[in-house]
């Protein structure tokens, strides 16, 4: 056997015990989910609670800390592993939860159905027989709507390993492909990944064993890799959920990168807003260094890498790959001009690859199980899996992953539960402030609009890199595109007059269009203007206005609407609306006291709302909802 | 503050700076291990961000002087980064979430009626400068919103009625404090 295969059996050998007491608890197992959605659900309260509660009764159990499975809408999350039974994973565990909980799985009733989820089996469990055997009326969790169209390759391990330990990961097989990466040639581990036709997940949909050979072939040293781990994409959670469920995958495909581009050293940017991956990260740089599995003679291979966790401060443009090695050089990160690409003159002028995190997660797993395995799942063009995450107008909100090619209209309708009740399905917009919105007619066509990059484009979109957030009837494009070219101009780095100025002259446009003061020559205006756009230096600027494009193209009714009517059918463009008391009641004593403009007023007995004060908050509306009407703004007074 | 004029060379040896408040020298001592050169720009301003709430101008002429570039650079970097705050923050801050699960669901209503109770817009403090606004983007806690964050924790899904009880009792806890 190859050294790098030797010395990772024998590492593998010495994690198996750890991960053995996990897989077949001899007492009670609490997986508890600790995750930046968990988190903000309470999770970190449970967590509290069930220790305490667990030494109060003297509860011989143990507690692990994991990432979140994915189903964010029923955090906090909590897995209960009792010795002999299939796991049941609990949904809003909140801590005022947990002595009820517990009451039921330590007590005689082993279950609590009214906070189960349903039965979780991996793998492992399937084939020792439990299949077909729940707990008693519990439903098998992959069977429900949320995960029955999903397959879990890249989140295999979310919520199943501990999020901190390295030994549950390796005795699972991480490290193999790495392993096995170091017993080949770097050209050969090459092919593999190009055989295997995996693209980068960031958005651009480039090959990543293109990538890597333009590395492997560039000269001039050190070389650096860089992870991406930026995820700026408003309502993408991805790339957080994955480094917080499973850190090493990311650290075994940058190691693998390593060995196939001839890199040393290795940045991993994470965006502010996400100080639990840098932490999780961090650890887990620290534990594969503690293993020999990072610095120097990896496994023994010759080898060599270090990887570090930069934390970034704030930027979308930092995640455009230019604009975070300018970040890395410790100045402005603004994007810059093209060439030299990274692969020539990256990070301090050397050669450079820069990859997503989901992108360097697959690689592991095609080194490990092969490239045909790989492309087992997918679509004709597109292979693989990918992890979305589903927010917005959805009844479901959560990270999934699915094969490439799988409809979004199954994505939203059936794992999502589709639009809230009595709302219907408007559209969607994935991918960030670069990508545009999808009408649903498109979405509910045959197809279904599958989730690969061909559908979108054809439509003048962008997939982007994993967030889709759903709009139902309430939402209103001109407003949401009014958001996205707001949200481009305040990114904006501010190096091209076509990216700052370009977004600031739609908005106000936008603006105008929303208040009333529309024309009709806004329209050949809002044509004109994302051309000079696409002179822009980067694909910030460039691709700024595709939401505007789909406004124009696919969401003509509703602009017209706005232009001509001078209404907004949704409701939604706050200055084509006003507030009228359309009835007195018991109510309205009430809405005055909450107005935070002391707009509704009593006079001669009755109320009414002075239109010059109201700012059009909808708080009144809220509390008295019989008394108060949301009227178009131009349309005859009532 | 700032750098003596004497100086005419591009970087300012430490010593020459002026720190009339100790501000520097506490800044200083939390960098010891800070290498310029190495990506560590950013780890900086975090470790001053996190021990003084912002990173003070003053800070400016010895960040040039570590890591060996201009003042200008450096201020350049510091108003670069939305998370970097250049004055103290106030007392209590809510959060406003800016991100598009949250505006589709009424987001827009809880900024202005929150606007309006504190009477500062957002990234503002209130004229008494115990309370202030500011915008922060979505971290994928999207199953919340529409949500604030406050003292680190999250509160949502807010109605807007929830919002203005919620800026009601922070201005009656600052009144009192
Ligand atoms: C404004 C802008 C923001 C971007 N943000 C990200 C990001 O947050 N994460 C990411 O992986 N790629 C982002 N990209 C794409 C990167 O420039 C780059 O294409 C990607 O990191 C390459 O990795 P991949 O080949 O693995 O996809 C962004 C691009 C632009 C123009
Ligand atoms: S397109 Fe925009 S973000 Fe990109 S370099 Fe130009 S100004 Fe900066
Ligand atoms: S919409 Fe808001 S500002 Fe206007 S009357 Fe109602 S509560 Fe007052
Ligand atoms: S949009 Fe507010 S948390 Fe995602």
Redesign the interface.
Known sequence: MAAPLEAYRRLQEAARPVWEAVARPERPLFRVAVA??T???GADETLAALREELSRRGAEADVLIVGCPGL??A?PVVDVHLPGLPRVLYGRVTADQVPRLLDAVLGEARVLPELALGVVLYEEERMEGYRGTPVEGLPDLAQSDWMRLQVRRLMANVGHVGAEEIDHYIARGGYEGLAKALSMTPEEVIKEVLDSGLWGRGGAAFPTGRKWDFLRQARGSPKYLICNADE?D????VN??LMEGDPHLLIEGMLIAAWATGASYG?IYIR???PLPVERMRKAVEQARERGLLGENVLGSGLSCDL?V??????YVCGEETGLIS????????PKIRPPYPAQAG??AKPTNVNNVESYANVPLILRHGAGWYASVGSERNKGTKMF?L???VQR??VLEVPLGTPVRDVIMVAGGGPPEGRKLKGL?PGGPLSGVAPASRILAQDGLPLEPEPFREIGMLMGAGGL?V??D??CVVD?AL?FEW?AEDES?GRCTTCFGGTRRLQEMLRRISEGGGRPEDVPLMRLLPDAMRNANCAHGQAAPTIILSLLDLFQDELQEHLVRKRCPAKAC?GLVRYEVVAQDEALPRAAD?C??QAIVKEDGSYRIDQARC?????CK??APQAIAVLDRFAEQA | MGLTSRHSSRFTPIDFIADDTGLVARVQALLDDVE??R?????A??RIQHELGYVPKEAIPFLAAK?K?TPA?IY??LT?????RTEPPPRVEVQWC????C????S???R??LE??FGCGMNESAPDGALGLRL??????????P?VRLNGR?IGPL???DA??L?RRLKEEARRA
């Open positions: 930046t959605c988190r903000a659900a964010c809408f955090d700026g408003p309502g993408a959670f957080r959920s940045y502010d807003e996400y570090e930069v934390r970034g401060a704030g930027s970040s890395l050089e410790d100045v402005r990160g603004m990070v301090f995450s927010s917005g107008q909100v959560g917009q957030v709009l139902d309430s939402s949401l958001y949200f780095c706050r909450i935070p403009t700012i059009r908050c909808n708080a809220e509390v | 310029p050169d990506a560590q720009m950013l780890e301003l975090h890591f570039t650079m350049g970097v670069f980064y939305s998370e970097i800016s991100g598009p699960a505006l589709l669901k009424g827009r209503n809880i202005l009626a309006a109770e922060v983007q979505c971290d994928g806690t999207c199953h919340l919103a949500l999250y109605t807007v009625t203005i009880q800026a």
